[in-house]
């Protein structure tokens, strides 16, 4: 792990920074990437565009701009809520939690290796252009859920 400042960032702020200003977040940050991050993104693929451009150039721009050289992408709560539940301890000591780690032993000294996440291969598809099926309906249902949702009717029933 980094010894430098840790950051969460959002999609609208990696949005708002050129390509050079995300490789200086990357170079001085030790940045933590979201699974909220990845359906964000993804869910652009049906997101209506600006003129000129397609869904596909702007995941494949997001993809490009977030930073992954000092990044981690942390696991989404659901698998850490298994986990404590099945008796796993969750530190608490500023450590970001990761998925699919392995124990391994060299030389006598055991570490954990991570494999990259399904969220990390699929950043990486995205740079690329490349969309599963899967993920262009996951993007689909994303949008329909947004539109249908009352907002009003939310908000009236949490204030009680």
């Known amino acids: 792990m980094?010894?430098?400042p840790h950051l969460i960032f959002d999609k609208s702020a990696l949005e708002?920074?050129?390509?050079?200003?995300?490789?200086?977040?990357?170079?001085?940050?030790?940045?933590?990437?979201?699974?909220l991050f990845y359906a964000e993104?993804?869910?652009d693929l049906e997101k209506e565009v600006a003129k000129g451009r397609t869904?596909?150039?702007?995941?494949?721009?997001?993809?490009?701009g977030t930073p992954d050289m000092q990044s981690t992408a942390c696991a989404h709560h659901h698998k850490l809520l298994g986990g404590v539940l099945y008796g796993e301890t969750l530190p608490l000591d500023g450590r970001i939690p990761r998925g699919q780690g392995k124990v391994v032993e060299l030389d006598g000294k055991k570490g954990i290796f991570y494999s990259?996440?399904?969220?990390?291969e699929a950043l990486d598809r995205w740079h690329k252009?490349?969309?599963?099926?899967?993920e262009r309906?996951?993007?689909k249902t994303w949008r329909r859920q947004l539109s249908n949702m009352n907002?009003?009717?939310?908000?009236?029933?949490?204030?009680k």
């Open 2 to 4: 980094s010894a430098g």
């Open 16 to 35: 708002c920074l050129s390509l050079d200003e995300t490789n200086w977040l990357d170079n001085f940050f030790y940045t933590v990437i979201t699974p």
């Open 41 to 43: 993104t993804l869910a």
């Open 55 to 64: 869904a596909e150039q702007v995941v494949g721009s997001l993809a490009i």
């Open 116 to 120: 990259r996440s399904p969220e990390e």
């Open 129 to 134: 252009r490349e969309f599963l099926d899967v």
């Open 137 to 139: 309906q996951f993007a």
């Open 151 to 159: 907002h009003d009717a939310e908000y009236t029933f949490f204030q």
